[in-house]
């Protein structure tokens, strides 16, 4: 793979800027103040990063994330083009580059949680596991939808995918202007691809980190085969890619444990505890056993100088502590790999084979174990079920026989008349003159994208409204 390509400033449909505009922004700039000024990207204000409905104004959202992973990917950005330039002196990166990456990076971590549906990734589950239990019980013509999809198409809604999602929403379901949606850089679009290989070619077994979900559903293989095309990167992952994943991992392995703290999921004892056991495996070295007793010195400290809350103060700074060194390892870990990334044959993620690999999985264990799985978050999430799999019954009952001639009934309309004008224009655009099976399949899509666009709010309110219940 090639810089030149990697860094495609087209756009998929391109156009001609006026020379006398006066505006001097790089297209990858241009990109930023598109997003920032999206609805999409506001609605993640209310949409769940762990706590779902929460009221508190400590925790963080997926907006808050978002601006946080965005960072952090600009961060590592600059660190890693200085690390080209200076170190591995590969000629093929020029030094204007450098901007371009941090641009691209700092787009691709506000855009990353895009595309996810109400209530997190627990959301997402709910999707699958509908589409699961009743593609083979609703009946279209006479034959079960099961039947009749594609293997892809039905795969698609079996592996339901927010990163897939927000693919499709910032090429086509953002009406900004036309059917392409918010227009992005070719160059942006393939950095927030993580997964480059279909529905039908998940294989999470494979050993290579690009292959453990879908990147693209069926209604986008020929967005995702033109970026293919264009930025040269043959079925691999764009080398920003691992960039990317490793801001996020950076982010929410870090935050949950700040955020499970001040919501007394984990006391500070607990995690220094915690911290302590999960050095007595073979996989802790040095870095790790000094980065545990680091939280223990910070918190003397506090306590020395009379800091009133001396756990709060340790966590917190320790949480910058643990941020910076894992930039330093993501750094490294793409330095250490650039070959193989630059290739296409590099499997794993940037803190593989780093003295951070074992501290960032300890943090994700401890993560789980205290929030994720606590009685709290479970029972938010079966209330978040509930209305999930409401919102789908009703909705895909409408869409199964709109746009086919045959009578809705009028609740069905009524259904119908709820979904976003803006969606079912894109439906009618992109459904032109496909036959029955897609677009029936587009009609799927129909539903999950305006419940994907739905905040967490905004799903509880309808189906409080829907069920005639009171706030």
């Given at each position: 793979?090639?810089?030149?390509?990697?860094?495609?400033?087209?756009?998929?449909?391109?156009?001609?800027?006026?020379?006398?505009?006066?505006?001097?922004?790089?297209e990858?700039?241009?990109?930023?103040?598109?997003?920032?000024?999206?609805?999409?990207?506001?609605?993640?204000?209310d949409?769940t990063q762990?706590?779902?409905?929460?009221?508190s104004?400590?925790?963080?959202?997926?907006l808050?994330?978002s601006?946080?992973?965005?960072?952090?990917?600009?961060?590592?950005?600059?660190?890693i083009?200085k690390?080209?330039?200076?170190?591995?002196?590969?000629?093929?990166?020029?030094?204007s580059y450098?901007a371009?990456?941090?641009?691209?990076?700092?787009?691709?971590?506000l855009?990353?949680d895009?595309?996810?549906?109400?209530f997190g990734h627990?959301?997402?589950?709910?999707?699958?596991?509908?589409?699961?239990k009743?593609?083979?019980?609703?009946?279209?013509?006479?034959?079960?939808?099961?039947?009749?999809?594609?293997?892809?198409?039905?795969a698609?809604?079996y592996?339901?995918?927010?990163?897939?999602?927000?693919?499709?929403?910032?090429?086509?379901?953002?009406?900004l202007?036309?059917?392409?949606?918010?227009?992005?850089?070719k160059?942006?679009?393939?950095?927030?691809?993580?997964y480059?290989?279909?529905?039908?070619?998940?294989?999470?077994?494979?050993g290579n980190?690009?292959?453990?979900?879908?990147g693209y559903?069926?209604?986008?293989q020929?967005?995702?085969a033109?970026?293919?095309?264009?930025?040269?990167?043959?079925?691999?992952?764009?080398?920003?890619?691992?960039?990317?994943?490793?801001?996020?991992?950076?982010?929410?392995?870090?935050?949950?444990?700040?955020d499970?703290?001040?919501?007394?999921?984990?006391?500070?004892?607990?995690?220094?505890?915690e911290?302590?056991?999960g050095?007595?495996?073979?996989?802790?070295?040095?870095?790790?056993?000094?980065?545990?007793?680091?939280l223990?010195?910070?918190?003397?400290?506090?306590?020395?100088?009379?800091?009133?809350?001396?756990?709060?103060?340790?966590?917190?700074?320790w949480?910058?502590?643990?941020?910076?060194?894992?930039?330093?390892s993501?750094?490294?870990?793409?330095?250490?790999?650039?070959?193989?990334?630059?290739?296409?044959?590099?499997?794993?993620?940037?803190?593989?084979?780093?003295?951070?690999?074992?501290?960032a999985?300890?943090l994700?264990?401890?993560?789980?174990?205290?929030?994720?799985?606590s009685?709290?978050?479970?029972?938010?999430?079966i209330?978040?079920?509930?209305?999930?799999?409401?919102?789908?019954?009703?909705?895909?009952?409408?869409?199964?026989?709109?746009?086919?001639?045959?009578?809705?009934?009028?609740?069905?309309?009524?259904?119908?008349?709820?979904?976003?004008?803006?969606y079912?224009?894109i439906?009618?655009i992109?459904?032109?003159?496909?036959?029955?099976?897609?677009?029936?399949?587009?009609?799927?899509?129909?539903?999950?994208?305006?419940?994907?666009?739905?905040?967490?709010?905004?799903a509880?309110l309808?189906?409080?409204?829907l069920?005639?219940?009171?706030?």
């Amino acid at each position: 793979m090639e810089w030149k390509q990697l860094l495609c400033g087209d756009r998929i449909r391109m156009y001609q800027g006026s020379k006398s505009s006066g505006d001097l922004r790089t297209e990858f700039e241009k990109d930023y103040h598109r997003i920032i000024g999206s609805a999409s990207f506001r609605r993640l204000q209310d949409k769940t990063q762990v706590f779902p409905l929460d009221k508190s104004d400590f925790v963080r959202t997926r907006l808050t994330h978002s601006l946080e992973v965005s960072s952090f990917a600009k961060s590592l950005g600059q660190n890693i083009s200085k690390k080209i330039l200076l170190e591995i002196k590969d000629p093929d990166f020029k030094e204007s580059y450098q901007a371009d990456v941090c641009d691209i990076l700092q787009c691709a971590g506000l855009l990353h949680d895009i595309g996810n549906p109400p209530f997190g990734h627990f959301g997402e589950t709910v999707i699958r596991e509908w589409f699961l239990k009743n593609l083979g019980r609703l009946t279209f013509q006479g034959k079960t939808l099961e039947e009749q999809l594609l293997p892809q198409m039905k795969a698609d809604l079996y592996n339901f995918e927010g990163n897939t999602q927000a693919l499709r929403l910032v090429t086509k379901l953002h009406y900004l202007v036309d059917k392409h949606g918010m227009n992005l850089t070719k160059g942006l679009l393939g950095t927030i691809i993580k997964y480059p290989v279909s529905s039908l070619e998940i294989n999470d077994k494979s050993g290579n980190i690009k292959d453990k979900k879908m990147g693209y559903y069926y209604a986008e293989q020929e967005i995702f085969a033109d970026l293919q095309r264009s930025l040269g990167t043959c079925g691999a992952r764009h080398p920003l890619t691992y960039v990317l994943e490793a801001a996020d991992d950076i982010a929410y392995r870090t935050a949950d444990i700040e955020d499970s703290f001040k919501k007394g999921r984990i006391t500070y004892g607990q995690l220094l505890q915690e911290l302590r056991e999960g050095g007595d495996g073979e996989k802790a070295d040095g870095d790790y056993m000094w980065l545990t007793a680091s939280l223990d010195e910070r918190y003397k400290k506090a306590l020395e100088r009379g800091i009133s809350q001396p756990e709060v103060y340790a966590v917190q700074n320790w949480v910058v502590r643990i941020q910076g060194k894992m930039i330093a390892s993501a750094t490294y870990g793409f330095a250490k790999n650039y070959e193989d990334i630059m290739k296409g044959t590099y499997t794993k993620d940037l803190f593989a084979g780093t003295s951070m690999e074992h501290m960032a999985y300890v943090l994700g264990d401890i993560a789980y174990r205290y929030t994720f799985i606590s009685k709290p978050i479970l029972k938010l999430e079966i209330a978040a079920e509930t209305i999930m799999n409401f919102l789908l019954d009703k909705f895909v009952d409408a869409v199964v026989h709109y746009d086919t001639g045959q009578k809705l009934t009028p609740v069905q309309k009524k259904m119908i008349a709820l979904i976003s004008d803006n969606y079912k224009a894109i439906y009618q655009i992109y459904s032109e003159d496909k036959d029955e099976v897609e677009k029936l399949y587009l009609r799927l899509l129909l539903v999950t994208d305006y419940i994907c666009g739905m905040t967490d709010s905004y799903a509880k309110l309808l189906y409080q409204e829907l069920n005639g219940l009171s706030e």
